[in-house]
C-alpha cells in the first residue's frame, strides 16, 4: 500500500509539473514512474552486485523486502533528478525569445 502512495505521489508530481508548461501530464507521469521503478532496479543490481564481488555474506541472509527498501532512495533519486531536469529545461525555453521565423511579410 505504501508502494502506491508513493507511485501516486511521482506521477501527480509529474503531471502538475508537465501541465503547468503545457506539456502532456499522462505521458511524464508515466515516465516518472518508470524512471524511478529504473532506479531502483539498477541501485538493486549494483548492491548485489558489490555485496557479491566484496565477499559479504549478509546479502544471503538479508529479507527480499529489506533488499527492496535499500532501492528506494535510489528510485527516488533518480526521479527527482529527472524532473529538476525536466523543470530547468522547461524554464529556460520559456524564458528564451520567441524568433520569428517568416522575415518581415515580404512573400
Do not use: C
Not at 502532456?24 to 564481488?53: E, H, K, N, R
Not at 523543470?87 to 525555453?93: C, G, P
Request: proline letters at 3%; zero cysteines.
Amino acid at each position: 500500500m505504501l508502494g502506491l502512495i508513493v507511485l501516486y505521489w511521482i506521477g501527480k508530481g509529474h503531471y502538475n509539473l508537465a501541465n503547468k508548461h503545457l506539456r502532456s501530464g499522462w505521458l511524464y507521469a508515466i515516465i516518472g514512474v518508470a524512471i524511478y521503478y529504473a532506479g531502483t532496479l539498477i541501485a538493486g543490481i549494483i548492491i548485489v552486485l558489490a555485496a557479491g564481488f566484496s565477499g559479504a555474506q549478509w546479502i544471503h541472509t538479508t529479507p527480499d523486502i529489506m533488499l527492496g527498501l535499500l532501492g528506494v532512495p535510489f528510485g527516488l533519486a533518480a526521479t527527482w533528478g529527472f524532473r529538476a531536469i525536466m523543470k530547468k529545461q522547461w524554464e529556460k525555453a520559456e524564458k528564451a525569445p520567441v524568433t520569428e521565423l517568416l522575415d518581415d511579410g515580404e512573400i
